[in-house]
Nanobody, 124 residues
Framework: QVQLVESGGGLVQAGGSLRVSCAASGRTSPNYSTGWFRQAPGKERAFVAA????????HYADSVKGRFTISRDNAKNTVYLQMNSLKPEDTAVYFC?????????????????WGQGTQVTVSS
């Protein structure tokens, strides 16, 4: 089993930056492909970004490409999402998820473990 805990959410003005973290504990070896998703009020959960086990490969949703950066520190069992040039439409609860299968996964169904989420609010 793997436990995921997100942190770093908060309130930021439009145009600002925020970094959220996802710390893994439990059976963290081997590493897992990890993704970030978000869910805004009244909307379905949406893919944001994914990173491979080694960190060599990443994939982003078009809506965040060029503004968000996903990275990982395997020594710390932590995955990060750096969010720059934030917009009010980025407001959502952000979830991290880990997949046992190799690859960069866009669909939530591919992920085996989920965190509880952290709220990100961008004011206009």
């Amino acid at each position: 089993q793997v436990q995921l805990v997100e942190s770093g959410g908060g309130l930021v003005q439009a145009g600002g930056s925020l970094r959220v973290s996802c710390a893994a504990s439990g059976r963290t070896s081997p590493n897992y492909s990890t993704g970030w998703f978000r869910q805004a009020p009244g909307k379905e959960r949406a893919f944001v970004a994914a990173i491979s086990r080694s960190g060599d490969s990443t994939h982003y949703a078009d809506s965040v490409k060029g503004r968000f950066t996903i990275s990982r520190d395997n020594a710390k069992n932590t995955v990060y999402l750096q969010m720059n040039s934030l917009k009010p439409e980025d407001t959502a609860v952000y979830f991290c998820a880990a997949a046992r299968a190799l690859g960069l996964w866009v669909g939530g169904i591919q992920y085996d473990y989920w965190g509880q989420g952290t709220q990100v609010t961008v004011s206009s």
